[in-house]
């Protein structure tokens, strides 16, 4: 079955250490590839996304992330966390490339980041 | 632009009750979406619609109903509603991917957090 995993329920971090989000997918073909954070109470907001092209992208707030197509993954990457990082992070397939817009999220990485 | 805007933030029901939670998106977006958030099982899609009078079933329908009349509005019907339905509701709204054969960001409203006694 198509599915999207996120390993990590909970991470936990020091401010000013790097941070990396786990995110496999298992589909046939590359979907497009998303990071979402949702912060408390709020909607979710997109850091990045991956259409094509280079396989490293550039997000909001000094996030990347990287497409390995071997693995399957899409790992959300920031080499200095900052306290207002603390959040829940999605991360999210279009796996019809089309674009129909019936993301598969994965379950969330709740990240908190001690002073 | 207001972005994505969903009403109410939070609501309580009674089990039976029927309720209709209202989204609407002033970026002229074609393609609106629903989804409930559950602890433990991330976002998952209810219904969507990609145009005016179009809608569709996404993942997880049963016990919901949509209508789209027209290009802004998005509204989620409970018709009777079960406390398996608690949960938060997200809309989310995109650009239809006719416009450029591609896949364009959703915007997410900011939720509607739902109790069912």
């Given at each position: 079955a198509q599915s999207v995993t996120q390993p990590d329920i909970h991470i936990t971090v020091s401010e000013g250490a790097s941070l990396e989000l786990r995110c496999n997918y298992s589909y046939g073909a590359t979907p497009y590839l998303f990071w979402y954070v949702q912060s408390p109470g709020q909607g979710l907001q997109l850091l990045l996304k991956y259409f094509s092209g280079d396989t490293l992208v550039q997000g909001i707030k000094g996030f990347e992330a990287e497409f390995k197509r071997s693995q399957s993954s899409f790992n959300l990457r920031k080499p200095s966390v900052h306290w207002s990082d603390a959040a829940e992070y999605f991360c999210a397939v279009d796996p019809f490339t089309s674009g129909t817009y019936k993301y598969i999220f994965g379950t969330g990485t709740r990240l908190k980041v001690l002073a | 632009?207001?972005?994505?805007?969903?009403?109410?933030?939070?609501?309580?029901?009674k089990t039976g009750q029927s309720m209709t939670l209202q989204c609407a998106q002033?970026?002229?977006?074609?393609?609106?979406?629903?989804?409930?958030?559950?602890?433990?099982?991330?976002?998952?899609?209810?219904?969507?619609?990609?145009?005016?009078?179009?809608?569709?079933?996404?993942?997880?329908?049963?016990?919901?109903?949509?209508?789209?009349?027209?290009?802004?509005?998005?509204?989620?019907?409970?018709?009777?509603?079960?406390?398996?339905?608690?949960?938060?509701?997200?809309?989310?709204?995109s650009y239809s991917s006719q416009r450029g054969g591609t896949s364009y960001e959703q915007y997410f409203g900011p939720g509607t957090r739902l109790t069912v006694t």
């Open positions: - | 632009n207001a972005g994505v805007t969903q009403t109410p933030k939070f609501q309580v029901l002033d970026m002229n977006h074609e393609y609106m979406s629903w989804y409930r958030q559950d602890p433990g099982m991330g976002l998952r899609l209810i219904h969507y619609s990609v145009g005016a009078g179009i809608t569709d079933q996404g993942e997880v329908p049963n016990g919901y109903n949509v209508s789209r009349s027209t290009t802004e509005d998005f509204p989620l019907r409970l018709l009777s509603a079960a406390p398996s339905q608690t949960s938060v509701y997200f809309c989310a709204s």
